[in-house]
């Protein structure tokens, strides 16, 4: 194939734009999958799944504490109505059987009352560690919002970037031979590189200093020849600085 020089040459701006867009989607995908933000998004899931547990014992206590309190209250009723019929009552058996019930009932609303200090003894620290968690959700939700402005300003930012060296793109392969746009594209697609700078005797798409046999086959091309880069099978694009 044969090509002009200077098309040949547009073939590196072609090259450079698409390493730039390949780059920027590359930052604009990494962004989108987040992976920070993944795992900040699975620590408060944890988060949340330990202040179910610990909102579900808070109840149970709270439900402890009412059902002793509501025994207590029992108890202390029974007691006030035992004093009563104590004081009216004109039998001695029935006095007797009355102040049994009411030691009994004075040791029961004891019992209840250390059980009632233990149960909330428990729940405040129960409510505390509610409030840890929380607080810690709380922070990790913050920490997310905050991480996702930052990256939707960089997705934003990035995205901008991309589309205007994809317009830059098409302006400069507009400029190109249909035939040698072409085969650029085949190469790029095939190897990953479609051009290649040849400097000081190095490939810049391979990085490898290319061999005295094929700098001597290149030397004998003509320059509206389109060679090959034995190495990244981009077209090699020669000039000043080839060292030929």
Known sequence: MKAAPEDQATLLDLQRLDNDITRLAHRISSLQKGEHLTELGTRAAALRA?????????????????????????AQAR??????????????????????ELDSLTRRIGDLETQELEVMETLDR???????VEAQLAELDGERGRLMGVRDDGI?????????????????????????????????????????????????????????????????AAPDDVVLCPDSDAILVRTAESGL
């Open 126 to 132: 129960l409510r505390a560690r509610v409030g840890d």
């Open 156 to 220: 934003a930012r990035f995205e901008k970037d991309r589309v205007a060296a994809v317009q830059a793109r098409a302006e400069v392969a507009a400029a190109v031979p249909a035939d040698l746009l072409a085969l650029y594209e085949r190469q790029r697609a095939r190897y990953g590189f479609g051009a290649s700078l040849l400097q000081g005797g190095v490939s810049t798409a391979s990085g490898v200093t290319l061999t005295n046999s094929d700098l001597a086959a290149i030397r004998a």
């Open 79 to 100: 007691v006030e109505r035992d004093t009563t019929l104590l004081q009216n009552v004109g039998n001695a058996k029935d006095a007797a059987g009355l102040q049994n």
């Open 50 to 74: 330990q202040l179910v547990v610990a909102v579900g014992e808070v109840e149970d206590a709270e439900r402890d504490l009412a059902r002793l309190e509501s025994d207590t209250a029992t």
